[in-house]
């Protein structure tokens, strides 16, 4: 019973390009969430989903960051036109739903940008 | 807005010692807290959940305790070994609202 899967594990971009994150749930779980850590700073929360459907989106930027989870395949974080700042650990989790349940983290991905 | 706090940031221990770190949260409406282990350069694994209606949760060498009333949480290792060596993150799910609140963790180090 695979973990929650990330990839790809490390990321490097050129400043203006566009950063693909990938994320598959731990197996049953329908509920993915996407938090970021800056360097030497706490995980803080971007964005909640369901299958197909956005739930609470209110730690993403307002531009240049999207977030989807299709009916079939992985969730997607996707950055566009990345700058210097976005470097940092992506991490995925995963869980049941409801209130009290398990999350399960992925290793992450760590993007650089150059 | 919640807000979640660990003391100490970083804590140096011989191998044996017994420790005790510290979290606290702003907002006593919590469903629950976990806390996690983080190793450099890898992902999360959760350690132990304590529901808001509980006290406390074991799992082997440790022990963790929650006062909500008093928005606060401790972590408890025994007899600590340096394979313990790593990041430890308090988080909380707030009532309503799914994501989890994180401190900024406490950097252990065992020393052998």
């Known amino acids: 019973n695979a973990g929650v899967m990330q990839n790809p594990r490390h990321l490097v971009r050129r400043r203006g390009q566009e950063a693909r994150l990938r994320c598959s749930p731990m197996?049953?779980?329908?509920?993915v969430y996407w938090y970021r850590q800056l360097p030497e700073e706490g995980l803080k929360f971007m964005v909640y989903?369901?299958?197909?459907?956005?739930?609470?989106e209110s730690g993403m930027p307002k531009e240049r960051f999207s977030a989807e989870f299709p009916k079939e395949g992985p969730s997607i974080l996707r950055i566009q036109q990345v700058v210097r700042g976005d470097s940092a650990a992506y991490f995925c989790?995963?869980?049941?739903?409801?209130?009290?349940?398990?999350?399960?983290f992925g290793q992450g991905t760590r993007l650089t940008v150059v | 807005k919640q807000e979640v706090t660990q003391i100490p940031a970083a804590l140096s221990v011989p191998e044996g010692e017994n420790l005790v770190l510290n979290c606290s949260f702003t907002?006593?409406?919590?469903?629950?807290l976990q806390w996690f282990r983080q190793d450099p350069g890898k992902g999360l694994t959760s350690l132990l959940l304590?529901?808001?209606?509980?006290r406390e949760q074991t799992s082997g060498r440790l022990n963790a305790s929650l006062d909500k009333s008093s928005g606060r949480s401790t972590l408890y290792i025994a007899a600590s070994q340096p394979g313990d060596s790593a990041t430890y993150l308090c988080a909380v799910e707030d009532t309503g609202r799914r994501a989890l609140t994180f401190g900024s963790g406490t950097r252990l180090q065992v020393q052998p």
């Open positions: 197996k049953g779980h329908s509920h």
């Open positions: 304590i529901q808001s209606s509980q």
């Open positions: 907002d006593s409406a919590i469903y629950n």
């Open positions: 989790a995963s869980d049941l739903g409801g209130a009290n349940t398990e999350a399960f």
């Open positions: 989903l369901q299958k197909e459907n956005i739930i609470d």
